[in-house]
C-alpha cells in the first residue's frame, strides 16, 4: 500500500510498471481525480484503451463482469476496466471475483488492468481478503488528506509544478483561506499560474490581490442558506459562484460534506440526544441552529437518497457517466441544492 502522493511519483518517474489491478481509494478526491486521471494517461501511453465501467451496488451483476475479464483474450488490444464501487462493499460475490481475479493474473501479462474506485474503508475493509489480494497481485493506493500543519508546504510543491514560486507566508496564507480543501487550493494556484509570469514569486500581496476570499466565504455562506432552508437564495448563491468562476468539483465538495455530516447526525440520533450528537460530531454551538433546522425537514433514508445524487454528479465531472456539457453538471447541482434546502 501506498499513498497518493507516491504513486503519482511513480507516474511520473518515466519507468512506470504495469500492475493487473489497481485499488484507488481513500477522502481526498484530488488525489482520487489527479491518481485516476494520471494512470488512465499512463495506461492509454503504453496501448491500453479504456473499455466498460462497472458501477457497483447491492445489486451488482459480478458474473457479467467476471464475463468480461474472461473475454480478455479474444481482443486484441489490451484494456483498462473501471470499477467504481464508492461504499467498498464487494459482498462474498465480489470479494470472490476479486480474489480468483489476483491468483488467475500473477502468472499472466496484464492483457486486462483493472482499476477499482473506492471512497474512504475503514479499518475491517482494509484487512478483508479482497483488498489483501489485490495487494499481493497489484497495488493499493491510498488518499489521504494532508494534514492542515503540512499543508502550506503541499502548496508550495504545487506551484513548483506550475513552475511558480510559493514564499511560506503566501503559503500560510492560502492555506488559512481554503481551510484544507485542496480543489479549492489547487484551483486558485492553476489561476495564479495563469495570471503571474512564468517563474514568478507569489508572495502574500499575490494571495491577497488574487485569491478573491469573496468566493470562499460565499461557499460557506451558501451551506448554511441551504441547512436554513432558504430554497430560492441557495439556487442564486450557486449561480453567482457559478459565474465567479468557482468549479464545479469544489461546489460537490461542499455539498457532499454537508450531506455526510447530516447522515451521521441522522445515524446518532438513532442512539443519543441531538445534543450528544453534536458534541461527538464537534458541531460549534453556532451552527447547531441550521443543522436542526435541516435535520427535521429530511431523515436519514432521505439524506442518503441525497449522497447517491451527490456521487451521480461526481460521476459526471470525472467523465464516468457521460454528459452532453457542464450546464448538465451545473443543473444537478443546482437540483442538489435545492432539495438539500426544501
Same mark, same amino acid.
Not at 187 to 209: C, D, G, M, R, V
Not at 228 to 240: E, I, P, T
Given at each position: 500500500?501506498?499513498?497518493?502522493?507516491? %504513486?503519482? =511519483?511513480?507516474? =511520473?518517474?518515466?519507468? %512506470?510498471?504495469?500492475?493487473?489491478?489497481?485499488?484507488?481509494?481513500?477522502?481526498?478526491?484530488? %488525489?482520487?481525480?489527479?491518481?485516476?486521471?494520471?494512470?488512465?494517461? *499512463?495506461?492509454?501511453?503504453?496501448?491500453?484503451?479504456?473499455?466498460?465501467?462497472?458501477?457497483?451496488?447491492?445489486? %451488482?451483476?459480478?458474473?457479467?463482469?467476471?464475463?468480461?475479464?474472461?473475454?480478455?483474450?479474444?481482443?486484441?488490444?489490451?484494456?483498462?476496466?473501471?470499477?467504481?464501487?464508492?461504499?467498498?462493499?464487494?459482498?462474498?460475490?465480489?470479494?470472490?471475483?476479486f480474489q480468483d481475479w489476483c491468483q488467475y493474473v500473477q502468472a499472466l501479462p496484464p492483457e486486462i488492468v483493472l482499476v477499482v474506485l473506492c471512497e474512504k474503508l475503514d479499518s475491517r475493509q482494509i484487512k478483508g481478503k479482497w483488498v489483501t489480494s489485490i495487494e499481493s497481485a497489484g497495488l493499493v493506493v491510498q488518499a489521504k488528506?494532508?494534514?492542515?500543519?503540512?499543508?502550506?508546504?503541499?502548496?508550495?510543491?504545487?506551484?513548483?509544478?506550475?513552475?511558480?514560486?510559493?514564499?511560506?507566508?503566501?503559503? =500560510?496564507?492560502?492555506?488559512?483561506? @481554503?481551510?484544507? =480543501?485542496?480543489?479549492?487550493a489547487d484551483q486558485e494556484i492553476t489561476k495564479l499560474s495563469l495570471s503571474l509570469p512564468a517563474n514568478s514569486t507569489i508572495t502574500a500581496e499575490h494571495i491577497l490581490e488574487h485569491v478573491v476570499d469573496q468566493a470562499h466565504y460565499q461557499l460557506f455562506a451558501l451551506a448554511t442558506a441551504m441547512l436554513n432552508g432558504k430554497v430560492?437564495?441557495? @439556487?442564486?448563491?450557486?449561480?453567482?459562484?457559478? *459565474?465567479?468562476?468557482?468549479?464545479?468539483?469544489?461546489?460537490?465538495?461542499?455539498?457532499?460534506?454537508?450531506?455526510?455530516?447530516?447522515?451521521?447526525?441522522?445515524?446518532?440520533?438513532?442512539?443519543?440526544?441531538?445534543?450528544?450528537?453534536?458534541?461527538?460530531?464537534?458541531?460549534?454551538?453556532?451552527?447547531?441552529?441550521?443543522?436542526?433546522?435541516?435535520?427535521?425537514?429530511?431523515?436519514? *433514508?432521505?439524506?442518503?437518497?441525497?449522497?447517491?445524487?451527490?456521487?451521480?454528479?461526481?460521476?459526471?465531472?470525472?467523465?464516468? *457517466?457521460?454528459?452532453?456539457?457542464?450546464?448538465?453538471?451545473?443543473?444537478?447541482?443546482?437540483?442538489?441544492?435545492?432539495?438539500?434546502?426544501?
Amino acid at each position: 500500500m501506498i499513498l497518493a502522493s507516491a %504513486f503519482l =511519483n511513480q507516474l =511520473n518517474s518515466g519507468n %512506470f510498471d504495469i500492475k493487473p489491478i489497481y485499488l484507488l481509494y481513500g477522502e481526498e478526491p484530488l %488525489f482520487l481525480r489527479d491518481s485516476l486521471d494520471g494512470l488512465k494517461k *499512463q495506461l492509454l501511453s503504453q496501448g491500453y484503451m479504456a473499455s466498460e465501467t462497472y458501477d457497483v451496488d447491492a445489486n %451488482f451483476d459480478w458474473q457479467s463482469l467476471q464475463m468480461d475479464t474472461q473475454a480478455g483474450s479474444l481482443f486484441a488490444e489490451s484494456r483498462m476496466i473501471l470499477i467504481n464501487m464508492p461504499k467498498g462493499s464487494p459482498g462474498r460475490e465480489g470479494g470472490k471475483f476479486f480474489q480468483d481475479w489476483c491468483q488467475y493474473v500473477q502468472a499472466l501479462p496484464p492483457e486486462i488492468v483493472l482499476v477499482v474506485l473506492c471512497e474512504k474503508l475503514d479499518s475491517r475493509q482494509i484487512k478483508g481478503k479482497w483488498v489483501t489480494s489485490i495487494e499481493s497481485a497489484g497495488l493499493v493506493v491510498q488518499a489521504k488528506p494532508v494534514p492542515a500543519n503540512a499543508l502550506p508546504g503541499w502548496c508550495q510543491n504545487q506551484a513548483q509544478l506550475h513552475g511558480l514560486t510559493l514564499e511560506r507566508e503566501a503559503a =500560510n496564507l492560502l492555506a488559512d483561506r @481554503v481551510e484544507g =480543501n485542496l480543489l479549492a487550493a489547487d484551483q486558485e494556484i492553476t489561476k495564479l499560474s495563469l495570471s503571474l509570469p512564468a517563474n514568478s514569486t507569489i508572495t502574500a500581496e499575490h494571495i491577497l490581490e488574487h485569491v478573491v476570499d469573496q468566493a470562499h466565504y460565499q461557499l460557506f455562506a451558501l451551506a448554511t442558506a441551504m441547512l436554513n432552508g432558504k430554497v430560492a437564495y441557495s @439556487v442564486q448563491m450557486l449561480a453567482r459562484l457559478q *459565474q465567479e468562476g468557482v468549479e464545479a468539483p469544489v461546489i460537490l465538495w461542499l455539498l457532499s460534506k454537508e450531506i455526510r455530516q447530516l447522515i451521521e447526525l441522522a445515524q446518532l440520533t438513532q442512539q443519543v440526544s441531538l445534543n450528544q450528537a453534536f458534541n461527538q460530531c464537534r458541531i460549534w454551538q453556532s451552527r447547531q441552529g441550521e443543522y436542526s433546522q435541516a435535520m427535521q425537514r429530511h431523515g436519514l *433514508q432521505e439524506w442518503q437518497n441525497l449522497l447517491k445524487q451527490a456521487l451521480q454528479i461526481d460521476r459526471m465531472i470525472k467523465g464516468i *457517466q457521460p454528459t452532453l456539457n457542464d450546464r448538465e453538471v451545473w443543473f444537478g447541482l443546482s437540483d442538489l441544492v435545492a432539495k438539500i434546502a426544501r
